[in-house]
């Protein structure tokens, strides 16, 4: 996992465990699912294309 990859959340399981799925769900609906793919159709091709039924 590149630093690009990370993102920092805190909190103490379970009792903060709303506040950091929200923070997480605001973290990927900001991400262009499109982009998202060709990331990691570039750093997985076979193992992403075959979960995703393209093949390879």
């Given at each position: 996992m590149g630093a690009s990859d990370c993102i920092n959340v805190e909190g103490h399981l379970p009792?903060?465990?709303?506040?950091?799925?929200?923070?997480?769900?605001?973290?990927i609906g900001a991400v262009d699912e499109k982009k998202l793919r060709r990331y990691l159709l570039f750093l997985f091709p076979r193992r992403v294309c075959a979960f995703a039924g393209y093949g390879g």
């Open positions: 009792k903060d465990r709303e506040r950091m799925v929200k923070w997480l769900d605001e973290v």
